[in-house]
């Protein structure tokens, strides 16, 4: 999970109609680490992976704020160490073990295997928090189908191959509509002349769609807006365990 144990803002205050002089202040907040450090009831174990080593060694600093803590500090790619720790974890035999963690996925890009994700799920008790970079994966997808060229097994990688039911041959489809992420994972290869017929918040809704295929329960989408940008992010609870009692609303 990205991210240094403490983060910065700027926040401005005051103006006209609180009748003082505008300032900047700056923020100091709890990084990712320390906000699930101080999660009450607590986890019993932390494991925190990070690939940069400035950042990495940011994560070991946490250490002396929570001496009693166990806490794990992997250094690598994160689809990698996951799966290493999925093989060797103790819910790898599930009729005994009685475990339960908590996955937070915080990508900068699309760095997140869909492999990883289907991993996770078949844990039946490893749940996610995903922040999923809707911006990044619109950007990926060019408006025709032609101009993805080597694109292809990125988002294969990310997506599934099931990203390219979001493309439609316009003379067969003057609506514009299309069943986003229906068909099967052996999807026939789309034409060249093939055009991307729907927006941001749709790409959203079939990855919604395509993690409700995979765990338990997926939570609806919660949009992280930007100034200008609109969405650029979607948080995702998904929840492996299949039992009904663990699902939220039940």
């Known amino acids: 999970m990205p991210g240094l144990a403490t983060a910065r803002r700027s926040v401005r205050s005051g103006g006209i109609f609180d009748g003082r002089e505008i300032e900047t202040i700056i923020e100091t907040l709890d990084g990712s680490d320390r906000r699930g450090l101080k999660i009450e009831p607590p986890f019993k174990h932390f494991i925190f992976i990070e690939k940069d080593p400035e950042r990495a060694a940011a994560r070991e600093s946490v250490r002396f704020d929570w001496p009693n803590a166990e806490i794990q500090v992997l250094r690598g790619n994160a689809n990698d160490e996951l799966l290493e720790i999925i093989g060797k974890a103790p819910w790898t035999n599930r009729s005994r073990s009685r475990s339960r963690g908590v996955v937070f996925l915080d990508p900068f890009s699309m760095q997140v295997d869909w ?32 101009g993805i060229g080597n694109k292809e097994a990125m988002l294969d990688r990310v997506l599934s191959p099931r990203w390219r039911d979001l493309y439609a041959i316009q003379p067969e489809n003057p609506s514009g509509q299309t069943d986003i992420f229906a068909s099967l994972f052996d999807v026939p290869q789309k034409p060249a002349t093939a055009q991307r017929t729907v927006s941001k918040s749709q790409i959203d809704q079939g990855f919604e769609g395509l993690l409700r295929e995979t765990f338990a329960f997926v939570s609806e989408s919660l949009p992280i807006m930007t100034p200008h940008g609109g969405p650029t992010f979607s948080l995702f609870l998904a929840v492996a365990n299949l039992s009904p009692a663990c699902r939220l609303g039940h």
């Not at 995903?130 to 997808?141: D, E, G, I, S």
């Open 115 to 146: 492999s990883t994700l289907k991993a996770l799920s078949q844990t039946e008790c490893l749940d996610i928090w995903y922040l999923f970079n809707v911006a990044a994966v619109t950007r990926q997808l060019a408006h025709d189908y032609a």
